[in-house]
């Protein structure tokens, strides 16, 4: 009877723990997604107006009658597309090589130190480094490809350690099933962990992507903050939207030129731009997820 006793109490005590503790984790869980309802409502009621006035996206700055944000918005994009692709490749053989080739020595542990630290710099640090080397040292000037090789330095961490988690996570089975049938290292890589890793790995590049579109303090160094002038009669030209040496201002760093340089109507522009800036935010993490899912139907056969 004792025994039967002290079970019961025990077990009214971990039952009473566990409710306690299920309790806290979801008032945590309440408040921060309170937080972030409360930020994107308080974003839309500010901008939402302006946001949708006809004309704020397809105007440019320098417009007299409703300045707008065409091209700090063709901007962002581009500068988005050319960062994914110098730091999706990079990252996509680091992750590979560490999972599947690297031996487990020390230099192998100074490499994931080393991408460690990298993911840990303040972007201001990198920003002023990109503008030493990218901008002074190789000669490229306050340029696209120098605020896009600035943001892939702190985009690689994130995707190499997205990537690497993702391989790791596929089951030892079916690597050792495919090693067992033949398949080189590379074949069992390509054909079997990569199409099984493909959502996670997709998240990772939506996560980059998230960072590189809400960036501004390393552009501001590396890409500038002067809103850009594009001629696309002449796309590969000078000032053409396509030249990944000129200048660019995104909608991030055009929000802190506002911010910090205002003029009569610019409070109603900034809020407007930052509107857009969440909604496309928002709506690229949607569409990725997607395709991710999709993709992952399509390799895998599921």
């Known amino acids: 009877m004792a025994n039967t006793s002290s079970r019961e109490a025990h077990a009214r005590r971990i039952g009473a723990q566990d409710r306690f503790a ?11 997604m309170v937080l972030v309802v409360a930020i994107i409502a308080y974003i839309l009621v500010r901008g939402a107006g302006r946001a949708l ?99 892939t330095m702190f985009n690689i961490p994130i995707l190499v350690r997205t990537i690497q988690q993702a391989l790791e996570d596929v089951p030892a089975s079916q690597r050792d099933a495919a090693l067992a049938m033949g398949l080189t290292r590379w074949e069992t890589t390509v054909n079997v962990l990569l199409p099984a890793a493909m959502p996670a790995i997709v998240t990772g590049v939506v996560i980059s992507a998230g960072r590189v579109f809400g960036e501004a303090a390393a552009l501001i160094f590396t890409a500038g903050s002067a809103p850009a002038r594009l001629n696309f009669a002449d796309p590969f030209g000078p000032i053409g939207p396509f030249n990944i040496f000129r200048p660019a201002c995104s909608l991030a760093v ?39 899912k999709a993709l992952s139907r399509r390799l895998t056969a599921e």
Do not use: H
Not at 22 to 32: F, K, Q, R
Not at 262 to 280: K, M, R
């Open 22 to 32: 299920t309790g806290v984790l979801t008032v945590i869980v309440g408040l921060v």
């Open 53 to 151: 006035t006809p004309g704020f996206l397809t105007n440019t700055s320098s417009d007299a009658v409703l300045p707008g944000i065409a091209y700090q918005l063709f901007d962002s994009f581009y500068l988005l597309l050319v960062t994914l692709v110098i730091s999706v490749p990079i990252s996509l053989g680091a992750a590979i090589f560490l999972v599947e080739y690297a031996p487990d020595n020390w230099v192998t542990s100074a490499a994931k130190t080393a991408i460690e630290t990298l993911s840990s710099l303040p972007s201001i640090v990198v920003g002023m480094f990109g503008s030493l080397f990218f901008v002074v040292t190789l000669g490229w000037g306050i340029s696209i490809i120098a605020g896009a090789c600035a943001l």
């Open 254 to 292: 055009y929000i802190w030129r506002l911010t910090s340089e205002p003029t009569a109507g610019s409070t109603e522009i900034v809020w407007g731009t930052a509107t857009i800036l969440l909604a496309c935010v928002l709506l690229f993490n949607l569409l990725a997820r997607l395709l991710g």
